[in-house]
């Protein structure tokens, strides 16, 4: 009997487990430690396969190499409760040496990045790749604390929950730090 019982109950157990996903994102596998989306000094082009969203961003400053970062992301799989996603585009480009805020358009969830390095200005242009999804995101948006306090601080941020989305970003630029 207890056998019965146990092949009753774990593909219910199995289906559960698979639901808790739903809500909890695991480890992030950025790759190697070395492995980055760029070099110092280079541009770069990163999107997560269709469907994911930008869940972790990780980044490391170097004043020798430019006083340019290394990036690197990680991707997962927008929650069921999103729908599939209808459409997706580039924003207008965050231009070098200047401050700037962006979010996506169109209620759009970041699901990657272009980025192009300007030794001129020692400084990045920046473009988001959004999506938009069938159903509705949650609007109540706000700015992280999780960001470097100094402008050559490293950088690990990562978003633990279904409920939490990267939908923009902002940054501060000074002519004389670089």
């Not at 272009?114 to 001129?120: G, L, R, T």
């Not at 242009?125 to 999780?146: G, K, N």
């Amino acid at each position: 009997m207890d056998l019965v019982l146990l092949w009753v109950f774990l593909p219910l157990v199995t289906v559960a487990w698979g639901q808790y996903g739903d809500y909890y994102y695991g480890p992030y596998n950025y790759g190697d430690n070395d492995e980055w989306v760029n070099v110092y000094r280079q541009g770069f082009n990163f999107q997560c396969p269709h469907g994911q969203v930008i869940v972790a961003v990780r980044s490391v400053f170097s004043k020798k190499e430019g006083s340019d970062r290394l990036w690197n992301y990680a991707c997962m799989p927008a929650a069921q409760s999103l729908g599939e996603p209808t459409e997706c585009w580039w924003e207008e480009i965050n231009r070098a040496g200047t401050e700037w805020y962006q979010t996506c358009s169109n209620n759009g969830l970041v699901a990657g990045f272009q980025s192009q390095y300007f030794p001129s200005v020692l400084d990045r242009e920046w473009q988001f790749y959004c999506c938009r999804y069938s159903r509705r995101c949650p609007y109540s948006c706000w700015l992280t604390t999780e960001h470097p306090g100094h402008y050559g601080e490293d950088m690990d941020m990562m978003m633990y929950t279904y409920d939490h989305y990267i939908r923009g970003a902002t940054t501060t630029f000074s002519a004389v730090d670089r």
